[in-house]
């Protein structure tokens, strides 16, 4: 065989091998990448509740912890001056109307003027006005669960007296977790909505199906990542907000 030739045959080899060595490389450098995604259990929903009103806490139910329903009493003041200023509210307004209502017989008789008409229906508006005030005050003596969830924190605690805008309790959703990932922004080639994942909680050793649910709407510049939000298929109680783990993605299309 010329000399040549082998060369060239020789060369065709070794050239074969590097590509099926760096292949290789390419792929387990992938497999190991795309099964060390870390990810952190995040609510979809929270909340830190404050006070609207200067008042004392009369009942406080639930703990850090705790379960509760949508529409339950999560905080309740004692309301008895506010109360007490709705009633006299009540009466004032009661007090304004008769008088107007008897300042539209005068009127009729030609025993009043107008204009004395015309302040009494203000004055009945006023009343009515300052009527709203005290029953929205009173409304905002009970705090109720805006939805299922359960108790962060308590901030707070029975019989304390709390001023406004002081945090009282934090709460979550429970019913709907999400999955914060970041992920190599070079996936964004093959990484889209909808697209299947296992996700592997470090503090229960199991797995649950997920989702992409959500891809950031940019590149940090610095470490070429992007923020991904993931879900869960399936609601499981044993998953709880704050928990990590693994996401395992397969292999992109």
Same mark, same amino acid.
């Given at each position: 065989m010329n000399k040549n030739i082998r060369r060239i045959l020789v060369l065709y080899f070794i050239t074969g091998c590097f590509f099926a060595l760096h292949a290789a490389s390419v792929s387990d450098e992938w497999d190991r990448d795309i099964n060390n995604i870390r990810g952190l259990v995040k609510p979809v929903t929270s909340a830190t509740i404050s006070s609207e009103l200067p008042a004392r806490i009369i009942k406080l139910p639930y703990n850090m912890g705790d379960s509760f329903s949508k529409g339950k009493t999560l905080v309740q003041f004692d309301c008895s001056l506010h109360n007490a200023e709705l009633s006299a509210a009540k009466a004032e307004l009661e007090a304004e109307q008769k008088k107007h209502e008897n300042n539209l017989q005068l009127l009729d008789l030609n025993a009043i003027s107008k204009i004395e008409v015309d302040i009494s229906a203000a004055n009945v508006k006023k009343a009515d006005a300052e009527k709203q005030i005290a029953n929205v005050r009173v409304k905002r003596c009970l705090i109720r669960a805006p939805y299922d969830g359960? @108790?962060?924190? /308590?901030?707070?605690?029975?019989?304390?007296?709390?001023?406004?805008? +002081?945090? !009282? $309790?934090?709460?979550?959703?429970?019913?709907?977790?999400?999955?914060?990932?970041? @992920?190599?922004? /070079?996936?964004?080639?093959?990484?889209?909505?909808?697209?299947?994942? +296992?996700? !592997? $909680?470090?503090?229960?050793?199991?797995?649950?199906?997920?989702?992409?649910?959500?891809?950031?709407?940019?590149?940090?510049?610095?470490?070429?990542?992007?923020?991904?939000?993931?879900i869960f298929e399936s609601n499981s109680g044993e998953v709880l907000s704050g928990m990590s783990g693994t996401a395992k993605f397969g292999a992109p299309r």
């Open positions: 359960r @108790v962060i924190e /308590a901030l707070v605690n029975e019989h304390e007296s709390v001023s406004p805008d +002081q945090p !009282l $309790i934090s709460i979550l959703s429970d019913k709907k977790l999400e999955i914060e990932l970041i @992920v190599p922004s /070079a996936w964004l080639t093959w990484l889209k909505k909808d697209i299947e994942f +296992q996700f !592997l $909680i470090d503090e229960t050793g199991r797995s649950h199906n997920a989702k992409v649910a959500q891809l950031g709407a940019s590149v940090d510049p610095v470490s070429q990542t992007i923020r991904v939000k993931g």
